[in-house]
Protein backbone atom coordinates (compact mmCIF):
# COMPACT_ATOMS: atom_id res chain seq x y z
CA UNK A 1 0.00 0.00 0.00
CA UNK A 2 1.20 3.40 -0.55
CA UNK A 3 1.61 6.23 1.75
CA UNK A 4 -0.52 9.09 2.23
CA UNK A 5 0.90 12.19 0.81
CA UNK A 6 2.29 14.91 2.77
CA UNK A 7 2.65 16.90 -0.49
CA UNK A 8 -0.15 19.68 -1.52
CA UNK A 9 -1.21 18.49 -4.43
CA UNK A 10 -1.16 13.90 -4.90
CA UNK A 11 -1.97 12.86 -8.30
CA UNK A 12 -3.27 9.96 -9.57
CA UNK A 13 -2.89 9.45 -13.53
CA UNK A 14 -4.33 6.40 -14.63
CA UNK A 15 -4.11 3.39 -16.86
CA UNK A 16 -7.49 3.33 -19.01
CA UNK A 17 -6.06 2.10 -22.01
CA UNK A 18 -7.37 4.67 -24.93
CA UNK A 19 -8.50 7.43 -23.45
CA UNK A 20 -7.73 9.62 -20.14
CA UNK A 21 -8.60 10.46 -16.35
CA UNK A 22 -7.16 11.69 -13.76
CA UNK A 23 -7.62 12.13 -9.94
CA UNK A 24 -5.63 14.08 -8.19
CA UNK A 25 -6.30 15.54 -4.18
CA UNK A 26 -5.44 19.35 -3.88
CA UNK A 27 -5.54 19.62 0.11
CA UNK A 28 -8.25 19.17 1.06
CA UNK A 29 -10.43 18.75 -2.00
CA UNK A 30 -11.13 15.77 -4.88
CA UNK A 31 -11.03 16.77 -8.08
CA UNK A 32 -11.17 14.60 -11.12
CA UNK A 33 -9.76 15.87 -14.50
CA UNK A 34 -11.51 13.68 -17.50
CA UNK A 35 -13.29 10.40 -17.02
CA UNK A 36 -11.75 7.57 -19.40
CA UNK A 37 -12.18 4.31 -18.10
CA UNK A 38 -11.56 0.88 -19.81
CA UNK A 39 -13.94 -2.49 -20.15
CA UNK A 40 -12.64 -3.91 -16.74
CA UNK A 41 -11.55 -1.32 -14.36
CA UNK A 42 -13.42 2.23 -13.72
CA UNK A 43 -11.43 4.95 -11.97
CA UNK A 44 -14.25 6.48 -10.30
CA UNK A 45 -15.65 3.28 -8.54
CA UNK A 46 -12.35 2.66 -7.57
CA UNK A 47 -11.72 5.96 -5.95
CA UNK A 48 -15.12 5.34 -4.29
CA UNK A 49 -14.37 1.66 -2.96
CA UNK A 50 -10.98 2.07 -2.42
CA UNK A 51 -8.85 3.13 0.97
CA UNK A 52 -9.65 6.86 -0.84
CA UNK A 53 -13.01 6.66 0.06
CA UNK A 54 -14.13 9.61 -2.14
CA UNK A 55 -17.79 9.95 -2.21
CA UNK A 56 -18.21 13.66 -3.41
CA UNK A 57 -15.86 15.06 -6.12
CA UNK A 58 -15.46 18.63 -5.62
CA UNK A 59 -14.23 19.80 -8.91
CA UNK A 60 -14.79 17.98 -12.25
CA UNK A 61 -13.10 18.83 -14.89
CA UNK A 62 -13.74 17.42 -18.30
CA UNK A 63 -11.39 18.61 -21.10
CA UNK A 64 -13.82 17.75 -23.81
CA UNK A 65 -16.88 15.21 -23.93
CA UNK A 66 -15.50 12.82 -26.34
CA UNK A 67 -16.24 9.46 -25.42
CA UNK A 68 -12.70 8.32 -24.41
CA UNK A 69 -12.58 11.18 -21.58
CA UNK A 70 -16.41 10.48 -20.49
CA UNK A 71 -16.88 6.87 -20.53
CA UNK A 72 -17.16 7.03 -16.72
CA UNK A 73 -19.87 9.20 -16.52
CA UNK A 74 -21.99 5.91 -16.33
CA UNK A 75 -20.42 5.24 -12.46
CA UNK A 76 -20.41 8.53 -11.72
CA UNK A 77 -24.47 8.46 -12.08
CA UNK A 78 -24.37 5.30 -10.43
CA UNK A 79 -22.50 6.07 -7.37
CA UNK A 80 -23.76 9.41 -7.38
CA UNK A 81 -20.49 11.21 -7.22
CA UNK A 82 -21.88 14.50 -9.18
CA UNK A 83 -19.35 17.36 -8.96
CA UNK A 84 -20.01 20.50 -6.62
CA UNK A 85 -17.53 22.40 -9.26
CA UNK A 86 -17.79 21.32 -13.26
CA UNK A 87 -15.47 22.81 -16.09
CA UNK A 88 -16.22 21.65 -19.32
CA UNK A 89 -16.29 23.38 -22.97
CA UNK A 90 -19.88 24.63 -23.11
CA UNK A 91 -20.00 25.43 -26.78
CA UNK A 92 -19.49 21.82 -27.29
CA UNK A 93 -23.03 21.14 -26.20
CA UNK A 94 -24.76 20.77 -29.79
CA UNK A 95 -21.39 18.50 -31.30
CA UNK A 96 -22.44 16.34 -28.29
CA UNK A 97 -26.13 16.28 -29.51
CA UNK A 98 -25.50 15.49 -32.91
CA UNK A 99 -23.24 12.72 -32.04
CA UNK A 100 -25.95 11.57 -29.71
CA UNK A 101 -28.31 11.55 -32.70
CA UNK A 102 -25.61 9.39 -34.32
CA UNK A 103 -24.81 6.94 -31.67
CA UNK A 104 -28.98 6.74 -31.48
CA UNK A 105 -28.74 5.43 -34.87
CA UNK A 106 -26.06 3.18 -34.56
CA UNK A 107 -27.31 1.76 -31.11
CA UNK A 108 -23.98 2.71 -30.05
CA UNK A 109 -26.19 1.97 -25.79
CA UNK A 110 -22.63 2.98 -23.68
CA UNK A 111 -21.82 6.16 -25.76
CA UNK A 112 -26.03 6.86 -25.15
CA UNK A 113 -26.12 6.57 -21.51
CA UNK A 114 -22.80 8.93 -21.01
CA UNK A 115 -23.65 11.16 -23.52
CA UNK A 116 -27.18 11.54 -22.32
CA UNK A 117 -25.77 12.11 -18.92
CA UNK A 118 -23.36 14.56 -19.80
CA UNK A 119 -26.31 16.23 -21.34
CA UNK A 120 -28.95 15.99 -19.18
CA UNK A 121 -27.11 16.30 -15.81
CA UNK A 122 -23.77 18.19 -15.74
CA UNK A 123 -24.69 20.28 -18.82
CA UNK A 124 -26.80 22.14 -15.76
CA UNK A 125 -23.74 23.55 -14.33
CA UNK A 126 -23.22 27.40 -14.52
CA UNK A 127 -20.01 27.23 -13.12
CA UNK A 128 -18.42 27.88 -16.19
CA UNK A 129 -17.87 31.34 -17.80
CA UNK A 130 -17.01 30.19 -20.78
CA UNK A 131 -16.31 33.45 -22.70
CA UNK A 132 -13.25 33.94 -24.83
CA UNK A 133 -10.78 35.67 -24.54
CA UNK A 134 -11.04 35.52 -20.58
CA UNK A 135 -9.37 33.10 -18.29
CA UNK A 136 -11.42 31.95 -15.72
CA UNK A 137 -9.58 30.44 -12.87
CA UNK A 138 -10.01 29.32 -9.34
CA UNK A 139 -8.40 29.32 -6.27
CA UNK A 140 -8.84 25.59 -4.89
CA UNK A 141 -7.73 26.07 -0.65
CA UNK A 142 -9.89 25.33 1.70
CA UNK A 143 -11.13 28.93 2.23
CA UNK A 144 -11.84 29.28 -1.35
CA UNK A 145 -13.24 26.77 -2.92
CA UNK A 146 -14.88 28.85 -5.79
CA UNK A 147 -13.61 32.11 -5.17
CA UNK A 148 -12.57 33.50 -8.99
CA UNK A 149 -9.33 34.53 -9.27
CA UNK A 150 -9.06 37.59 -11.74
CA UNK A 151 -5.42 37.69 -11.86
CA UNK A 152 -3.98 34.67 -13.60
CA UNK A 153 -0.98 34.44 -11.75
CA UNK A 154 0.69 32.24 -9.58
CA UNK A 155 -0.80 31.84 -6.47
CA UNK A 156 1.29 32.27 -2.95
CA UNK A 157 -0.58 29.19 -1.37
CA UNK A 158 -2.88 26.28 -1.77
CA UNK A 159 -3.38 24.53 -5.21
CA UNK A 160 -5.21 26.52 -7.93
CA UNK A 161 -6.40 25.67 -11.21
CA UNK A 162 -6.92 27.89 -14.02
CA UNK A 163 -8.64 26.67 -17.35
CA UNK A 164 -8.37 28.35 -20.95
CA UNK A 165 -10.11 27.49 -24.03
CA UNK A 166 -12.21 28.79 -26.99
CA UNK A 167 -15.79 28.73 -27.85
CA UNK A 168 -15.66 28.41 -31.43
CA UNK A 169 -17.05 24.89 -31.94
CA UNK A 170 -16.34 25.60 -35.73
CA UNK A 171 -12.31 24.97 -35.52
CA UNK A 172 -12.42 21.61 -37.73
CA UNK A 173 -13.48 19.91 -40.75
CA UNK A 174 -15.21 17.43 -38.75
CA UNK A 175 -17.17 17.01 -35.59
CA UNK A 176 -14.61 14.93 -34.22
CA UNK A 177 -11.59 17.57 -35.17
CA UNK A 178 -14.18 20.49 -33.88
CA UNK A 179 -14.73 18.96 -30.33
CA UNK A 180 -11.07 18.27 -30.10
CA UNK A 181 -10.19 21.64 -30.55
CA UNK A 182 -12.62 22.87 -28.14
CA UNK A 183 -10.59 20.83 -25.95
CA UNK A 184 -10.06 22.89 -22.30
CA UNK A 185 -6.28 23.75 -21.59
CA UNK A 186 -5.95 23.11 -17.77
CA UNK A 187 -3.44 24.12 -15.57
CA UNK A 188 -2.55 22.77 -12.37
CA UNK A 189 -0.45 24.74 -9.88
CA UNK A 190 1.17 23.96 -6.42
CA UNK A 191 3.25 26.81 -5.31
CA UNK A 192 4.59 27.34 -8.76
CA UNK A 193 4.52 23.58 -9.75
CA UNK A 194 2.95 23.07 -12.58
CA UNK A 195 0.85 20.54 -14.31
CA UNK A 196 -0.48 20.92 -17.77
CA UNK A 197 -3.10 19.49 -19.43
CA UNK A 198 -4.82 19.92 -22.94
CA UNK A 199 -7.09 17.12 -23.84
CA UNK A 200 -7.20 16.40 -27.76
CA UNK A 201 -6.15 19.42 -28.33
CA UNK A 202 -5.36 19.41 -32.85
CA UNK A 203 -3.49 21.69 -35.12
CA UNK A 204 -6.02 24.65 -35.33
CA UNK A 205 -6.68 24.56 -31.55
CA UNK A 206 -3.04 24.80 -30.69
CA UNK A 207 -3.18 27.48 -33.31
CA UNK A 208 -5.47 29.46 -31.15
CA UNK A 209 -3.89 28.52 -28.05
CA UNK A 210 -0.68 30.20 -29.29
CA UNK A 211 -2.88 33.15 -29.81
CA UNK A 212 -3.88 33.69 -26.33
CA UNK A 213 -1.30 35.67 -24.09
CA UNK A 214 -2.59 34.35 -21.39
CA UNK A 215 -2.82 31.27 -21.90
CA UNK A 216 0.87 31.35 -23.37
CA UNK A 217 1.74 33.05 -19.95
CA UNK A 218 -0.25 30.62 -17.74
CA UNK A 219 1.81 27.41 -19.49
CA UNK A 220 5.41 28.80 -19.73
CA UNK A 221 7.93 26.60 -18.11
CA UNK A 222 6.02 23.72 -16.52
CA UNK A 223 7.36 21.03 -14.96
CA UNK A 224 4.84 18.44 -16.36
CA UNK A 225 2.69 18.68 -19.50
CA UNK A 226 -0.35 16.12 -20.39
CA UNK A 227 0.77 15.59 -24.07
CA UNK A 228 -1.90 16.80 -26.37
CA UNK A 229 -4.61 14.05 -28.42
CA UNK A 230 -2.72 10.86 -26.38
CA UNK A 231 1.24 11.82 -27.80
CA UNK A 232 -0.43 11.75 -31.43
CA UNK A 233 2.40 12.75 -33.70
CA UNK A 234 -0.46 14.80 -35.47
CA UNK A 235 -0.76 17.24 -32.50
CA UNK A 236 2.99 17.72 -31.63
CA UNK A 237 3.91 21.05 -31.90
CA UNK A 238 7.48 22.30 -31.31
CA UNK A 239 7.00 25.53 -30.90
CA UNK A 240 4.73 25.09 -27.96
CA UNK A 241 6.64 22.45 -26.49
CA UNK A 242 9.72 24.66 -26.50
CA UNK A 243 7.58 27.09 -24.53
CA UNK A 244 6.21 24.77 -22.31
CA UNK A 245 9.78 23.43 -21.46
CA UNK A 246 8.28 20.48 -19.91
CA UNK A 247 10.82 18.40 -16.95
CA UNK A 248 8.21 15.53 -17.79
CA UNK A 249 5.91 14.43 -20.51
CA UNK A 250 2.81 11.94 -19.79
CA UNK A 251 0.97 10.29 -22.59
CA UNK A 252 -2.29 8.26 -22.02
CA UNK A 253 -3.11 5.50 -24.53
CA UNK A 254 -3.42 1.99 -25.34
CA UNK A 255 -1.00 -0.49 -26.35
CA UNK A 256 -1.36 0.30 -29.95
CA UNK A 257 -0.42 4.01 -30.51
CA UNK A 258 -1.04 5.34 -33.64
CA UNK A 259 1.56 7.61 -34.78
CA UNK A 260 3.29 8.72 -31.12
CA UNK A 261 5.68 11.78 -31.04
CA UNK A 262 7.25 10.24 -27.87
CA UNK A 263 10.77 10.83 -29.24
CA UNK A 264 10.18 14.67 -30.06
CA UNK A 265 8.55 14.57 -26.99
CA UNK A 266 11.48 13.32 -25.19
CA UNK A 267 13.99 15.35 -27.03
CA UNK A 268 12.64 18.26 -25.21
CA UNK A 269 11.82 17.35 -21.81
CA UNK A 270 14.50 17.98 -18.81
CA UNK A 271 14.11 14.37 -16.86
CA UNK A 272 13.01 13.41 -13.79
CA UNK A 273 14.16 10.58 -11.61
CA UNK A 274 11.00 8.11 -11.16
CA UNK A 275 10.66 5.62 -8.95
CA UNK A 276 9.16 1.83 -9.48
CA UNK A 277 7.02 1.25 -6.73
CA UNK A 278 6.87 -2.72 -7.01
CA UNK A 279 10.72 -2.58 -7.38
CA UNK A 280 11.96 0.31 -5.54
CA UNK A 281 14.36 0.85 -8.58
CA UNK A 282 14.95 4.27 -9.49
CA UNK A 283 15.82 5.88 -13.20
CA UNK A 284 15.84 9.36 -15.00
CA UNK A 285 12.45 9.32 -17.09
CA UNK A 286 12.09 12.14 -19.76
CA UNK A 287 8.30 10.69 -21.12
CA UNK A 288 5.88 8.25 -19.72
CA UNK A 289 3.33 6.08 -20.65
CA UNK A 290 0.32 4.74 -19.18
CA UNK A 291 0.38 1.75 -22.04
CA UNK A 292 3.95 1.43 -20.83
CA UNK A 293 4.67 2.11 -17.15
CA UNK A 294 0.84 1.59 -16.36
CA UNK A 295 -0.74 4.36 -13.02
CA UNK A 296 1.69 7.36 -12.62
CA UNK A 297 1.99 9.29 -9.27
CA UNK A 298 2.99 12.94 -9.17
CA UNK A 299 3.23 14.24 -5.42
CA UNK A 300 4.14 17.82 -5.08
CA UNK A 301 4.54 20.58 -2.93
CA UNK A 302 6.42 23.34 -5.22
CA UNK A 303 8.99 23.21 -8.08
CA UNK A 304 11.79 22.38 -5.78
CA UNK A 305 9.69 19.58 -4.34
CA UNK A 306 7.95 16.96 -6.39
CA UNK A 307 8.37 12.97 -6.70
CA UNK A 308 7.40 10.66 -9.37
CA UNK A 309 6.37 7.03 -9.35
CA UNK A 310 4.66 4.22 -11.55
CA UNK A 311 3.35 1.10 -10.87
CA UNK A 312 4.12 -0.36 -13.79
CA UNK A 313 1.92 -3.31 -16.13
CA UNK A 314 1.26 -6.26 -17.26
CA UNK A 315 -0.36 -7.58 -19.94
CA UNK A 316 0.40 -11.14 -19.83
CA UNK A 317 -2.70 -12.23 -18.29
CA UNK A 318 -6.29 -11.27 -16.34
CA UNK A 319 -4.71 -12.61 -13.23
CA UNK A 320 -1.91 -10.63 -13.43
CA UNK A 321 -4.73 -7.61 -14.78
CA UNK A 322 -6.58 -8.35 -11.43
CA UNK A 323 -3.09 -8.44 -8.99
CA UNK A 324 -2.46 -5.22 -10.58
CA UNK A 325 -5.64 -3.69 -9.81
CA UNK A 326 -5.69 -5.20 -6.30
CA UNK A 327 -2.62 -3.77 -5.10
CA UNK A 328 -2.80 -0.04 -6.84
CA UNK A 329 -3.26 2.86 -4.46
ZN1 LIG B 1 -9.10 11.35 -26.46
Given at each position: ?11 R ?25 N ?6 RW ?8 N ?34 K ?22 E????Y ?20 A ?10 A ?70 D????V??H ?9 E?V ?10 S ?22 E ?27 P ?9 R ?11 Y????
Amino acid sequence: MGSKSNHTLDIRFWDVEHGSAAYMRARTKDVVIDCGANDDWSPLRWINDSRFGVNNIDYLIISHPHHDHIEDLDVMKELGLAPSMLQRPKSATELVGEGLEMAQENGDTEYIEDAEYYLNRLDEYDGDPDTYPSDPSWALDEQNLSKVRADGGIPDRGVTFHTFGTSDSDLGSTRFKKLNNLSRVTVVNSFGFQYVTMGDLMPKGIEELKDNDSAMSAIADSEVLVAPHHGRDSSYDDELVEHINPDLVLVSDEGDPKNPATTDYYSHATGVPVEHEDTGNMETRYVLTTRNDGRIRIQASNPDTWVVSVFGRDYASQKADTKRYDRLV
